[in-house]
């Protein structure tokens, strides 16, 4: 993931172009839709991917993140800018959580629970205590108890020990995490097909481009949340 300013992203697109990357397509809705990074970039030697981004979360997370506040408070490593370890956890947390639908899947993974920790020890400030500033952080770290113990006092509320609970079984229980997963990702489909509803009826080229890429339109139907070219 990298961040540019609005008025310099086609400026890097093209750099990246320059030295041999490729552009993959766009999907249906992608074409004619705003969206918050370009479609990905791959070098032809299998480098890894690039996506250059002007906006960093879906739209339901957007408000959480500061892009200005963000490029202001970068730091340089290697002559290099990055961003500081407060920005990076935010990041962390909210791409798995938000753009990787952890919160509606109540999901996140062993990587993210360990960068985390890596992150926290380079800020002293942030701990699980002291940094949960969203639903999106809550659950996080609720979750990051699956893989990694509090070494605070855990909470004695009986809320918590039962939400908890309940993130423990919907991830441990083949049965309950397989049922919950559909529910999640039909609802995903829903709201992508209400979306694509609204395009369909607006839009003439998006109809005649529907019935061209029928297969793509059933994937995104069915509540696959991450189409391969371009999500």
Same mark, same amino acid.
């Given at each position: 993931?990298?961040? !540019?300013?609005?008025?310099?992203?086609?400026?890097?697109?093209?750099?990246?172009?320059? +030295?041999?990357?490729?552009?993959?397509?766009?999907?249906?809705?992608?074409? $004619?839709?705003?969206?918050?990074?370009?479609?990905?970039?791959?070098? #032809?030697? *299998?480098? @890894?991917?690039?996506?250059?981004?002007?906006?960093?979360?879906?739209?339901?997370?957007?408000?959480?993140?500061?892009?200005? %506040?963000?490029?202001?408070?970068?730091?340089?490593?290697?002559?290099?800018?990055?961003?500081?370890?407060?920005?990076? +956890?935010?990041?962390?947390?909210?791409?798995?959580?938000?753009?990787?639908? *952890?919160? +509606?899947?109540?999901? =996140?993974?062993?990587?993210?629970?360990?960068?985390?920790?890596?992150? %926290?020890?380079?800020?002293?400030?942030?701990?699980?205590?002291? $940094?949960?500033?969203?639903?999106?952080?809550?659950?996080?770290?609720?979750?990051?108890?699956? $893989?990694?113990?509090?070494?605070?006092?855990?909470?004695?509320?009986?809320?918590?020990?039962?939400?908890?609970?309940?993130?423990?079984?919907?991830?441990?229980?083949?049965?309950?995490?397989?049922?919950?997963?559909?529910?999640?990702?039909?609802?995903? *489909?829903?709201? =992508?097909? +209400?979306? @694509?509803?609204?395009?369909?009826?607006?839009?003439?080229?998006?109809?005649?481009?529907?019935?061209?890429?029928?297969?793509? !339109?059933?994937?995104?139907?069915? @509540?696959?949340? #991450?189409?391969?070219?371009?999500?």
């Amino acid at each position: 993931m990298d961040l !540019v300013e609005t008025s310099n992203l086609y400026k890097a697109e093209q750099l990246l172009l320059n +030295l041999e990357y490729v552009s993959l397509k766009n999907t249906v809705f992608g074409k $004619y839709k705003t969206h918050r990074h370009l479609p990905r970039l791959v070098h #032809k030697d *299998g480098l @890894g991917a690039v996506e250059i981004h002007s906006k960093l979360l879906r739209k339901r997370g957007s408000s959480l993140l500061d892009l200005q %506040e963000i490029l202001a408070n970068r730091i340089t490593i290697d002559q290099v800018y990055v961003p500081d370890a407060k920005t990076n +956890l935010d990041l962390l947390i909210l791409n798995n959580q938000v753009n990787d639908f *952890g919160y +509606l899947f109540k999901f =996140t993974n062993f990587k993210s629970c360990y960068d985390s920790l890596v992150l %926290e020890q380079q800020h002293k400030n942030l701990t699980n205590n002291n $940094y949960k500033t969203s639903k999106y952080h809550r659950v996080f770290y609720n979750l990051k108890v699956l $893989y990694f113990k509090n070494p605070s006092k855990a909470s004695s509320k009986l809320k918590t020990i039962i939400v908890n609970n309940f993130y423990k079984h919907i991830n441990q229980n083949g049965v309950l995490k397989r049922i919950h997963s559909v529910i999640v990702k039909i609802y995903i *489909g829903l709201l =992508t097909c +209400l979306s @694509g509803v609204r395009l369909f009826v607006k839009n003439k080229d998006f109809r005649a481009d529907v019935w061209n890429h029928k297969f793509e !339109v059933i994937k995104l139907f069915k @509540g696959d949340p #991450k189409p391969k070219e371009f999500n």
